[in-house]
């Protein structure tokens, strides 16, 4: 089965900084990637599909970029309701793999 | 307005067995894929299960397999997941989530699964 590896494991940064979170699949699976913010206490939430496209509703300051087995989810400016865990998963096929998450805090 | 609401859960001793279920309403249940994801306490997202439209596709994570069925009636509109041979590893919050073909758009609330003696 692949595995989906995210790094780092939690952050700490600014407000209006930028943060990049990076999910490595060890095979590919082209761009059948999506990336998930959960805040604490709630569900999770889609924020990203097919590896860079931006859900409805999702602010423009979220990104996502990558294919094959590189991929990274970026907060251009982090703002305080920014604070999550979030999640990649894979969904080419069984099993939908998600990453171990990426909890992101204000410094 | 999607709908999910899960229910069933609760307490159950090492062994036992409970079966969860998810009301869907404000779409076309028998259009989608559904999923079955879990949350230990504390922890990550783990996808448990996924049976498409029809009920003709199912798959099941290597933790439950064997354990675990998932299965649907899309005349009620409605998923379920019956989990057998339950252990202390299984303790987890469910969501019920729709499977749009690019990942789960929609979650339900979930509900708590406790195994414990």
């Known amino acids: 089965d692949i595995q989906m590896t995210q790094s780092p494991s939690s952050l700490s940064a600014s407000v209006g900084d930028r943060v990049t979170i990076t999910c490595r699949a060890s095979?590919?699976?082209?761009?059948?990637l999506a990336w998930y913010q959960q805040k604490p206490g709630e569900v999770p939430k889609l924020l990203i599909y097919?590896?860079?496209t931006l859900q409805l509703g999702v602010p423009s300051r979220f990104s996502g970029s990558g294919s094959g087995t590189d991929f990274t989810l970026t907060i251009s400016s982090l703002q305080p309701e920014d604070v999550a865990t979030y999640y990649c998963q894979k969904y080419d096929s069984a099993p939908r793999t998600f990453g171990q998450g990426t909890k992101v805090e204000i410094k | 307005e999607v709908q999910l609401v899960e229910s069933g859960g609760g307490l159950v001793q090492p062994g036992g067995s409970l079966r969860l279920s998810c009301a869907a309403s404000g779409f076309t249940f028998s259009s989608y894929t559904m999923d079955w994801v879990r949350q230990a306490p504390g922890k990550g997202l783990e996808w448990v299960s996924d049976?498409?439209?029809?009920?003709?596709?199912?798959y099941y994570a290597d933790s439950v397999k064997g354990r675990f069925t998932i299965s649907r009636d899309n005349a009620k509109n409605s998923l379920y997941l019956r989990m057998n041979s339950l252990r202390a590893e299984d303790t987890a919050v469910y969501y019920c989530a729709r499977d749009w073909g690019l990942g789960n758009d929609h979650w339900g609330q979930g509900i708590l699964v406790t195994v414990s003696s």
């Open positions: 049976i498409s439209s029809s009920g003709s596709a199912i």
């Open positions: 095979q590919g699976i082209r761009n059948y």
């Open positions: 097919a590896a860079s």
